[in-house]
Nanobody
Framework: QVQLVESGGGLVQTGGSLKLSCAAS???????????IGWFRQAPGKEREFVAG????????SYVDPVKGRFTISRDNGKKMVYLQMNSLKPEDTAVYYC??????????????????WGQGTQVTVSS
């Protein structure tokens, strides 16, 4: 079992920045680097959507088009942490953000069914 806990959300004005963190615990002491990690978000009334993903080593990343050039995903396997740096935030970025891990998925997969474990989410609100 892997537990994921997100933090770092909050209220920010348009153009501002936030850095989300995703901490892993549980049965990860020797296997954390075996998991790809994805960040998803869910806005009110909308489906949960893939935002960014990172490979097991951290050498490969992927993003959906609306966040390219503004968001950066990174990971520190020694600390069992994944981060999402969000810059130039827009009101349409308002959502609950979730991190998720996949033991067998291909890096960058956008399919929610590929991910085994999910955090509880952290709210990001961007005011206009």
């Amino acid at each position: 079992q892997v537990q994921l806990v997100e933090s770092g959300g909050g209220l920010v004005q348009t153009g501002g920045s936030l850095k989300l963190s995703c901490a892993a615990s549980g049965r990860t002491s020797s296997t954390y680097s075996f998991y790809i990690i994805g960040w998803f978000r869910q806005a009110p009334g909308k489906e949960r959507e893939f935002v960014a993903g990172i490979s097991r080593s951290g050498s490969s990343t992927s993003y959906v088009d609306p966040v390219k050039g503004r968001f950066t995903i990174s990971r520190d396997n020694g600390k069992k942490m994944v981060y999402l740096q969000m810059n130039s935030l827009k009101p349409e970025d308002t959502a609950v953000y979730y991190c998720a891990s996949s033991r067998w998925g291909v890096q960058g997969t956008t399919r929610r069914s590929e991910y085994d474990y999910w955090g509880q989410g952290t709210q990001v609100t961007v005011s206009s």
